[in-house]
């Protein structure tokens, strides 16, 4: 009789990794971590490049005439604010910032108003050539400004507004690029808040000053920001068109602080400071209605 081997049989049990899931959580805490450690590496890289030169010429404009502007350290060992006093004893810095805040205020002013009734006619109103005149709007972003410099120069001569304000004001009182803005921001809103407007009786003028500019206050917004920024930092054309320097704006007003044969840097600096100071604080006052109008356009409930 043969003998049978018999065998008893035994569970397979798989082995346990524990390991395994500790591992994958490491790997994934790394990844994070280099992520992580990749963007404020680059933010910080842009930080330094847009701000740096910023903060080069702040700590300049407090630096004395014993401390030197070319060491590595941008920041004074004993900040002054004598070169600021030297700005005002050197130009009339109050006078120039007055008129700037003049031809800034008026041009935001003046870009909301022709924007957003541009911008709304071109979103709402169907009329032949309508594309056409988006193309012609989008050819003055393109277009720069001085290569129409001399035909707007002899435009405004033949209107007398040479030497004024006024004539700084005018050709900045409607940009390519607010119509567009504002245009954008009421093709965005639903038609059917304003179907539903028409219904109940209201005009054009009503839909449009109840129903859509409500809507786009943010975009509204972002349209005075740009004009003001980029009526207070022009130069080119109010020192072209502005002949009395007790018209001069700000930003040509400090060319006086640069002399032809000799120049303190420490003064030109704190001028400059003096021209950027009021559009930072413009911006972190208003910096909230800003980003609101980047993502502008949806129905709030």
Do not use: H
Request: aromatic share 12%.
């Amino acid at each position: 009789m043969s003998a049978v081997a018999t065998r008893t049989p035994q569970a397979r049990t798989t082995p346990s990794r524990p390991d395994r899931p500790r591992r994958r959580s490491r790997a994934s805490v790394r990844r994070k971590a280099v992520n992580y450690a990749v963007r404020y590496l680059l933010l910080a890289f842009v930080f330094v490049l847009l701000a740096g030169p910023f903060i080069w010429q702040f700590g300049t404009s407090l630096k004395g005439p014993a401390e030197s502007i070319f060491t590595a350290n941008p920041f004074p060992v004993s900040p002054t604010a004598e070169n600021y006093v030297a700005v005002a004893e050197t130009i009339p810095v109050f006078r120039y910032i007055g008129n700037s805040l003049i031809v800034a205020t008026s041009s935001a002013v003046l870009n909301c108003i022709f924007a957003s009734l541009a911008g709304y006619v071109l979103a709402r109103i169907r009329f032949r050539g309508r594309t056409l005149v988006d193309v012609l709007f989008l050819a003055t972003i393109i277009i720069p400004f001085e290569v129409i410099m001399v035909s707007v120069f002899l435009t405004s001569r033949s209107l007398g507004l040479v030497d004024s304000l006024m004539g700084v004001i005018l050709p900045a009182a409607a940009t390519g690029l607010s119509i567009l803005i504002m245009r954008t921001a009421f093709s965005s809103l639903p038609r059917e808040i304003e179907e539903a407007a028409m219904i109940d009786g209201a005009s054009d003028w009503q839909r449009f000053l109840r129903v859509a500019l409500p809507s786009v206050k943010g975009s509204l917004m972002v349209v005075a920001i740009f004009a003001f920024v980029f009526a207070w930092d022009d130069f080119l054309w109010p020192l072209v068109i502005l002949k009395d320097p007790s018209n001069y704006t700000l930003t040509v007003g400090i060319q006086y602080l640069s002399g032809t044969f000799t120049s303190n840097q420490r003064v030109v600096a704190a001028g400059t400071m003096i021209a950027g100071l009021p559009l930072l604080l413009l911006f972190f006052a208003l910096q909230r209605w800003f980003f609101r109008g980047v993502g502008e356009g949806g129905i709030k409930g």
